[in-house]
């Protein structure tokens, strides 16, 4: 999206959608259900010209108080650029700036299309690794200056890996992260790819419909007011069954959609991939030619358009979830001069 795109998007500003988790609540009402907010960015920083962006970026985060953490939607670095453990440093120290916690889910770019010449040529497997050990070093302690405790998916010993896939309660509001990304969950060919290749996707699926299912199964036990589910790819919602741009999505899709009708409250899919902001219903019943009405998708902005978006969670309204643009006004203008 170009920043005149952006500047139209920003008429209107705040979008209502549906319910959230748990720290000092805004306030409490009889229920003891406290409003908090949270911020949402994604597909940033992309390269070395962005960085200022991204400094102003992290400046407006850590100046509003009222946010309880920052969620980001994976792709840390674009699809051209180098996979290096310097690279991989240099993002982790700039997003240890921000002050609150910070949660990423990966993307594609920082390990499964890392086998590109101008990414380094490396195996991506072994920047998964990588990624994993020095992105969540410590299992269920997130980022950021200050850090929040989460529930890990590496605590079931049948997904000992899966540190990245996390979970928490805010104020009877569910929140998740899930492995899922771009390059059709990481199944785009590749002229190295392995055998091991493909056995790490279908694994990486079937922990993701694992942790799908507990989520709101657990949701489900605590009558949590909402859900939201953290990810990076566009796992092509819109498309029809079957089409080659769901490859490797189908199954989890079909989780979600289940899911999200059988918990009939507000559920939110957030993820990036595309560099489009968005906020939509585009998930079809499968028996109905209906929307699934608590269903709504929220797609960052990312790559050329460093803004981020401020998420109101109530858990005592009906919709739970409001989205609100915040355009950095400094990042719409040119680099500035040295």
Not at 2 to 27: N, R
Not at 278 to 302: L, Q
Request: one cysteine or more; glycine letters at 6%.
């Amino acid at each position: 999206m170009t920043p005149v795109k952006s500047l139209l998007f920003a008429a209107a500003c705040a979008v209502a959608l549906g319910q959230t988790a748990s720290a000092a609540p805004e306030h409490n009402n009889a229920h003891g259900y406290g409003k908090f907010e949270f911020a949402l960015i994604g597909d940033v920083p992309y390269a070395p010209a962005d960085f200022w962006k991204l400094d102003n970026v992290i400046a407006e985060i850590n100046a509003n108080h009222k946010l309880k953490w920052v969620l980001h939607a994976g792709d840390i670095k674009n699809g051209s650029t180098l996979c290096s453990d310097e690279v991989f440093e240099d993002r982790l120290q700039r997003f240890r700036r921000f002050e609150i916690p910070f949660v990423l889910t990966p993307g594609d770019n920082e390990w499964a299309d890392c086998h590109r010449a101008n990414n380094g040529s490396y195996q991506p497997l072994e920047r998964l690794a990588k990624l994993r050990e020095m992105f969540y070093p410590v299992p269920g302690q997130t980022l950021g200056e200050k850090t929040m405790t989460v529930e890990t998916q590496a605590a079931d010993r049948s997904y000992p890996e899966f540190v990245e896939n996390t979970r928490w309660m805010e104020q009877h509001v569910m929140f998740a992260t899930v492995h899922i990304v771009g390059s059709n969950n990481g199944l785009a060919p590749f002229a190295a790819r392995t055998p091991a290749d493909d056995e790490e996707v279908a694994r990486r699926i079937e922990a993701a419909r694992a942790w799908i299912s507990e989520t709101f199964a657990k949701a489900e036990a605590e009558d949590a007011r909402g859900v939201l589910l953290l990810f990076q790819a566009n796992p092509g919602f819109e498309l029809a069954k079957g089409s080659a741009g769901r490859r490797g999505f189908e199954e989890i899709l079909a989780d979600m959609e289940a899911e999200a009708i059988k918990f009939k409250k507000p559920v939110v899919f957030a993820h990036g991939d595309s560099h489009y902001y968005r906020v939509d219903k585009p998930m079809m019943g499968s028996n109905s030619k209906r929307r699934i009405e608590n269903a709504t998708r929220v797609e960052t902005f990312g790559a050329d358009d460093v803004h981020w978006l401020r998420v109101v969670v109530d858990p005592n309204s009906a919709d739970v979830f409001s989205v609100h643009q915040e355009i950095v006004e400094k990042n719409l203008e040119q680099h500035p001069l040295p």
